[in-house]
């Protein structure tokens, strides 16, 4: 009873990630979004059911990296004072993270949605230098 007690951690702290870097940059979801579009362009491009079936399963991979660098950017680095000078800043995340869902890249191989998405993450990009710059 009293071993569990004894090697008890005495503090606690807790963060997004294993070590909090403060490093933030929708450069990490654009990339992977250009990924998501190339492949895309790729799969129209090739008729081999082995390697569409590869590129499908690499696109929703890349998705999804899309969705957590954004999901990072939204809930981590921009905070109320970015929100209030920026009221278009929540919907258009939304609307990112929708754009790299089933509904946009992870559910279609048109690069149509693949440029969607890399649309919306140059908006994130723009507001997110600016409030850099403000800092």
């Not at 569990?4 to 963060?15: F, G, N, Q, S």
């Not at 693949?114 to 990009?125: F, R, S, V």
Request: some cysteine; charged content about 30%.
């Amino acid at each position: 009873m009293r071993l569990p007690r004894i090697l008890r951690p005495r503090l606690e702290a807790t963060a997004h990630c294993d070590l909090p870097c403060g490093v933030y940059d929708p450069a990490q979801a654009r990339i992977e979004a250009e990924s998501v579009k190339a492949i895309q362009e790729k799969y129209q491009g090739n008729e081999d059911a082995s390697f569409r079936s590869r590129a499908i399963e690499i696109k929703e991979q890349r998705s999804d990296l899309v969705k957590h660098h954004l999901w990072v950017l939204w809930t981590d680095y921009f905070k109320p004072p970015h929100f209030e000078k920026y009221p278009e800043l929540h919907e258009l995340f939304n609307k990112a993270t929708k754009a790299a869902g089933a509904a946009g890249t992870k559910g279609s191989n048109d690069p149509k949605t693949g440029q969607e998405l890399l649309d919306y993450i140059a908006q994130i990009d723009k507001i997110f230098w600016e409030t850099k710059q403000a800092a």
